[in-house]
């Protein structure tokens, strides 16, 4: 099935890493964040050239539905640098009823920088719940390979965190599905850290865990807690203050330079 094979197969696209992209702490290491935003740009090209093939009762999700992402693991190997190209690589390698797992690649010159997996749901706009996968189109990987694991998190009630940050939600926050683009927790979290420490440590795994969704009218505030022991961790959590509730929940792991 022409459908199915393309879901599964591997598609690529390519970025030219130009000077004016966002970098990390005035290097030219591209950030992270821009990687980020250049993978989802190539998932929703992949997606979309599928879709052009599908009937709508055959595509994954329906019309008033959209897709979500609800985790996200990336491992860096070699930080991307401005003027290099990159090939990004992507293909749904895991499906169920409720979620499908894509994986990325990015490379520089056939050298693997960055292996990303992403954990998609999809959300209906009018009840804004989960919606179920309508799987015709993907089946062939249901249950095909042992499941891609993300992290579970739990931060102790009674421990305190180490600094806390407020941020105000701002209007470029908010993306087509009317709630705070993913990609912004991450900036959150990262800017929230020291510049001593991001100095002092090189990155070297990323982990979001997304709870409850925020709107416009919520309020933010970043509680970081920080880890060293056997290796250097940072455990943040995105707290909406207006409903009370965990929004996101970021690990990263460092190496001390």
């Not at 966002?22 to 980020?36: D, G, P, Y």
């Not at 683009?181 to 002092?200: I, M, S, T």
């Not at 309020?219 to 959590?237: G, L």
């Not at 009370?244 to 460092?254: L, S």
Request: a negative charge; aromatic letters at 10%.
């Amino acid at each position: 099935m022409t459908e199915t094979y393309q879901y599964t197969k591997a598609f690529t696209q390519s970025y030219r890493l130009s000077d004016n992209l966002t970098r990390q702490q005035n290097t030219n290491r591209v950030s992270i964040a821009e990687i980020l935003k250049m993978a989802l740009r190539t998932s929703n090209a992949h997606d979309s050239a599928v879709r052009q093939q599908l009937a709508e009762e055959d595509y994954v999700i329906k019309s008033h539905q959209t897709w979500v992402i609800t985790n996200n693991q990336l491992e860096l190997f070699e930080w991307p640098l401005v003027n290099q190209m990159i090939d990004i690589q992507t293909k749904i390698v895991e499906a169920n009823r409720f979620f499908v797992v894509r994986s990325f690649e990015v490379s520089h010159q056939g050298q693997l920088l960055i292996q990303i997996y992403m954990q998609f749901a999809a959300i209906d706009f009018e009840t804004r719940k989960m919606a179920r996968l309508q799987l015709s189109s993907i089946d062939s990987i249901v249950n095909e390979q042992a499941p891609i694991v993300f992290s579970k998190f739990n931060i102790e009630s009674e421990r305190l965190s180490d600094f806390e940050q407020k941020y105000e939600i701002q209007a470029t926050d908010i993306d087509e599905n009317q709630h705070v683009n993913n990609l912004v927790y991450f900036r959150w979290g990262y800017d929230a850290l020291p510049d001593e420490f991001k100095q002092e440590h090189h990155l070297q795994k990323i982990e979001l865990k997304y709870g409850s969704e925020l709107l416009p009218e919520h309020q933010v505030v970043v509680k970081t807690y920080i880890s060293v022991n056997n290796v250097v961790q940072t455990e943040q959590v995105i707290y909406n203050e207006t409903l009370d509730k965990q929004a996101c929940h970021i690990r990263m792991t460092w190496i001390k330079e």
